[in-house]
């Protein structure tokens, strides 16, 4: 089986560029995570997918990220225009059904260098 | 809103020694779930072990075992004979029960950077 496939796994882009991160979740999946790591510190929730729907998007910092999950299948993180403090490490995570069996299964994550 | 909190930035043991991570959380619920994973340098991150707060004896995996005690909101992981290939760094996490509000997102600490010396 296949795991949470994430990409680019680097990117480094100058403050006010457009970057497209991409999650591709394990098949099955209909629960799809982001999570972020800025500056070393601790790993905080950006939104839930529940296949296509935003589940909840209570942690997203501001209107220069959006998150689509189209067709319910992988899912892309737009930031725009990038800022400075957006660098840090981006997280995917997916489940089958988190509320059964506890389990997570996380990507790399993609490490994000705004200068 | 739940907070995990994990006060060794940094910690070191000795091949084949134990060592103890630390991790305090602090929540107003009473069910809920604990984790510890492993993220091994640019590999993508592993659950190393699960504690439900409703069950009071201590979950182990192997050389992995916790000590979860619940009055004290703390959920320490200790590492028994330890290997090279544990080197990584080690974040606990928090997830509420299905029945509260907060839904399936995980809180996590800040994480422990673990080094195994030869």
């Known amino acids: 089986e296949a795991g949470v496939t994430q990409f680019p796994s680097h990117s480094v882009i100058e403050k006010g560029q457009t970057v497209t991160l991409r999650c591709d979740p394990i098949s099955g999946h209909d629960n799809l995570y982001w999570y972020r790591r800025v500056m070393g510190k601790e790993i905080k929730f950006l939104l839930h997918f529940v296949k296509e729907s935003k589940q909840d998007e209570s942690g997203m910092p501001n209107n220069r990220f959006l998150a689509e999950r189209t067709g319910g299948t992988y899912s892309t993180l737009k930031v725009q225009p990038a800022e400075l403090e957006d660098s840090g490490v981006y997280f995917c995570?997916?489940?089958?059904?988190?509320?059964?069996?506890?389990?997570?299964?996380f990507g790399s994550g993609t490490r994000l260098t705004v200068v | 809103a739940q907070t995990v909190t994990q006060s060794q930035p940094e910690m070191s043991v000795q091949e084949a020694e134990t060592v103890t991570l630390s991790c305090t959380y602090d929540?107003?619920?009473?069910?809920?779930?604990l984790f510890w994973y492993k993220q091994p340098p640019s590999r993508q991150m592993i659950l190393v072990i699960r504690q439900e707060a409703y069950k009071q004896q201590n979950a182990t995996e192997n050389r992995f075992s916790v000590n979860f005690q619940k009055a004290a909101k703390s959920f320490s992981l200790k590492i028994s004979d330890s290997q090279l290939g544990d080197a990584a760094m080690y974040f606990c996490?928090?997830?509420?029960?299905?029945?509260?509000?907060?839904?399936?997102?995980?809180?996590f600490g800040e994480g422990t950077q673990l080094t195994v010396n030869p």
């Open positions: 995570a997916s489940s089958q059904d988190p509320d059964r069996d506890y389990g997570y299964t």
């Open positions: 996490a928090y997830r509420s029960d299905p029945w509260e509000t907060s839904g399936s997102r995980l809180t």
């Open positions: 929540t107003s619920e009473s069910d809920y779930y």
